[in-house]
């Protein structure tokens, strides 16, 4: 299942019904089941760290 990790900027504000509003367009099998509020672990170079995502949320598969 898919799941989202959602890193709000600073001050915004989203619920996860908001959030699944606008997945709504998506296919069915493209839709989020899980969303996280939470910060995005990034590298020094900016990019995303999976394997951290990973260990936290369980496997993610891209």
Known sequence: SITAIVQLKPGSELSVEEF???ADPLP???RPR????DAV????????????L????GRIDA
């Open 20 to 22: 699944l509003a606008f």
């Open 28 to 30: 069915r099998y493209k």
């Open 34 to 37: 899980t969303v996280h509020f």
């Open 41 to 52: 672990p990034r590298n020094a170079t900016g990019k995303i760290e999976k394997p951290k």
């Open 54 to 57: 990973r260990s936290k949320y």
